[in-house]
C-alpha cells in the first residue's frame, strides 16, 4: 500500500516546516502536541540519508516512536537497541552485536535510552585522521526527544552527544519543558545545535555573562537568577535554532486540577513542628526483631526538606537501606476515598517515594483495588489504555515521558508532587492530552500544616519561568495552508 501523508493539524504544519529549514533545531511544544507525528513527517518529506538515531527517554524510546510509526504507516525500517522483538531488554552482549551490525545495515531509524547514549558513542569505532582520533558516527540525523534531559553541561550524556554532534547533518532537539528549572538549562541544548554561537563556548561563560547567584549554602551557589536585561538577551539569541507553536487548535480536554487537603490529628502535626523546630525525631523501630526507639536528625536544610515531605506522605527512611518507619496513613486513607468514588473510573496515581509505592501497593490491595506499579513495558501500557488496570501506579522520573495514556483513564492523583517541573508536566500531559475523550480530573494530596502547602507554589513559579520562553520562541500559526506555502517561496527566493 502507498504511503500517504498525514494531514497535519496548523500547528505541526508550522512545526514540520520549521525542520525541513533548519537542518540543526529545537522544537518546543506543549506535552501531547504532537511533535513525533510532526518530526516524522517533516522526515517523510526530507528523506535523510543514512540511518536516524532517535535519544529518548526509555518509556520513549521503546515505545511511543514505533507506536506512532505503525499507526500513521511511515516507510521506515526501525531497529531498537535496548529491547528485542518480543519487548524484553537487550542483554549487554546483544546490545554490542547491534552496535556493530549498524555500520552493514540499510538506512534503519534506531531508537536507544538516554541512559545508554554515552555507551553508544563509547562503542563507535575510531581511526586516525591526520594524526588525530576521530569517532566513526554512522547517525547523519539524530533527534533528541525529551532534550531537557541533557540540561547537565556535566552529565554524561550531554557530554556524549558533544562529541557527536559536529558529525551530524541534521540535529533535532524536542520537548515540552525546555527550562523546568530556569533558563540555566537552556545552554547544553543550545549548545548541541550551534557549537556555543548563541549562548556562549562553554558554561561557565553563559553563567557568567547572563545570570548572578540567588541561592548560597556554605559557599557554593545552589541557584542561579538572570540579570536584569538578560531574559530578554537569551530569548533573542535563541530564535534562530528554536520555536513554539500555539497549539491552540487542539482538541484539547478540559482540565480539573485541584487541591486536596490532609488533615494529621493534632499529636503527628505538633510531632512534625517539634522535628522542624529540634531536626530530631524520635521513631519506633520498624524492624520487629529489634523493637525499640530510632532517633532520626535532620543535620542540613537539604536533609529536612526531604524529611519533611516524607513526614507528610506518611512515612521516613530510617537508614541508607530504605528501610522505613510509618508515621500516619491519612494520605493513603484519602487516596482510596478517592478511588473508590471515581464511579469505577481508572486512576493514574503518581508518587515521589519507593516507601509511597509499598505502602500503596499495601494498603490499596488491602481495601480490594486491583492496583499495579507500572513496568515499562509495551503490554501494560496497551492493558491500561485498554481499560483493564483499575489502578496503575507511576513514578513521574521513570514513567512521565511520552507515553499515550490518555484512552486508558482520565483521573491522575499525586500522592506526592515533585521538584521538577518537567516531571509535574510530563505527567499530568499522560492523560491531559490530544485524543483524550474526556475531561480529566488531577487531584493534587496536600497535608496541611506541612513542607506539602508550598510544593504547587513553587512548581507554579517555575512554570511562569518556562512560559516567558516559550512566548519568545513562538512562531504563531497560520490560518491558511496556502499561507504557509506562500512564506515558504518567499523564503526559498531569499536563499538563492
Not at 506512532?68 to 546483544?94: C, H, Q
Not at 485541584?258 to 520498624?286: C, G, H, M, W
Request: net charge neutral; hydrophobic share 40%.
Amino acid at each position: 500500500m502507498a504511503f500517504t501523508m498525514p494531514t497535519l493539524l496548523p500547528h505541526q504544519d508550522i512545526v514540520c516546516e520549521w525542520i525541513v529549514q533548519h537542518a540543526k533545531c529545537g522544537i518546543f511544544l506543549t506535552m501531547g502536541g504532537g511533535k513525533s507525528l510532526s518530526t516524522l513527517t517533516a522526515l517523510a518529506r526530507i528523506r535523510p540519508a543514512g540511518h536516524i538515531l532517535v535519544v529518548a527517554p526509555i518509556n520513549i524510546a521503546r515505545s511511543t516512536w514505533i507506536d506512532e510509526i505503525v499507526k500513521w504507516g511511515f516507510p521506515l525500517r526501525v531497529r531498537s537497541l535496548i529491547v528485542n522483538e518480543r519487548d524484553k531488554k537487550l542483554s549487554r552482549a546483544k546490545r554490542l552485536e547491534r552496535y556493530k551490525a549498524i555500520f552493514s545495515e540499510p538506512p534503519t531509524m534506531y531508537f536507544i535510552n538516554v541512559d545508554l547514549i554515552d555507551d553508544l558513542v563509547k562503542n563507535m569505532p575510531r581511526m586516525q585522521v591526520n594524526g588525530q582520533e576521530e569517532i566513526q558516527w554512522p547517525f547523519q540525523t539524530v533527534i533528541v526527544d525529551e532534550s531537557q534531559t541533557l540540561k547537565s553541561p556535566t552529565g554524561t550524556r550531554f557530554q556524549a552527544l558533544q562529541i557527536v554532534a559536529p558529525a551530524t547533518v541534521r540535529f533535532i532537539e524536542l520537548t515540552g519543558t525546555p527550562t523546568p528549572n530556569g533558563l540555566i538549562d537552556l545552554w547544553s541544548q543550545m549548545f548541541l545545535l550551534d557549537g556555543g554561537l548563541a549562548l556562549g563556548r562553554t558554561f561557565q561563560e553563559y553563567v557568567d555573562r547572563f545570570f548572578k547567584p540567588a541561592l548560597i549554602v556554605n559557599n557554593v551557589v545552589r541557584r542561579w537568577e538572570p540579570r536584569p536585561g538578560a531574559e530578554d538577551e537569551i530569548y533573542a539569541r535563541v530564535r534562530h535554532k528554536v520555536m513554539s507553536a500555539q497549539n491552540t487548535s487542539i482538541p484539547m480536554p478540559e482540565v480539573s486540577n485541584e487541591i486536596v487537603n490532609v488533615t494529621l490529628d493534632s499529636d503527628t502535626l505538633q510531632a512534625y513542628k517539634d522535628f522542624t523546630r529540634d531536626l530530631v525525631l524520635d521513631l519506633a523501630s520498624p524492624d520487629p526483631n529489634n523493637p525499640g526507639t530510632l532517633t532520626i536528625t535532620a543535620d542540613n536544610a537539604a536533609i529536612l526538606y526531604g524529611k519533611q515531605l516524607q513526614f507528610a506522605s506518611g512515612t521516613m527512611y530510617v537508614d541508607d537501606q530504605k528501610n522505613y518507619a510509618v508515621i500516619h496513613e491519612e494520605k493513603l486513607a484519602m487516596t482510596d476515598y478517592l478511588v473508590r468514588n471515581n464511579g469505577g473510573s481508572p486512576v493514574l496515581i503518581a508518587y515521589r517515594y519507593k516507601s509511597d509505592l509499598k505502602q500503596l501497593l499495601r494498603h490499596l490491595g488491602a481495601a480490594g483495588h486491583d492496583v499495579r506499579a507500572f513496568d515499562g513495558s509495551r503490554g501494560m501500557i496497551a492493558a491500561w489504555n485498554a481499560g483493564q488496570i483499575p489502578v496503575m501506579l507511576v513514578q513521574p522520573a521513570s514513567a512521565g515521558h511520552g507515553l499515550n495514556l490518555q484512552d486508558g483513564g482520565r483521573t491522575l492523583i499525586w500522592y506526592s508532587l515533585p521538584d521538577s517541573l518537567e516531571h509535574y508536566q510530563q505527567t499530568n500531559a499522560r492523560l491531559a492530552r490530544m485524543g483524550q475523550k474526556h475531561p480529566v480530573q488531577i487531584w493534587r494530596l496536600v497535608t496541611k500544616g506541612t513542607r506539602d502547602e508550598k510544593m504547587p507554589r513553587m512548581l507554579e513559579r517555575k512554570h511562569l519561568v518556562q512560559l516567558g520562553l516559550l512566548d519568545a520562541v513562538r512562531v504563531e500559526v497560520l490560518d491558511v495552508a496556502d499561507d504557509i506555502r506562500e512564506l515558504l517561496g518567499d523564503l526559498d527566493l531569499i536563499n538563492i
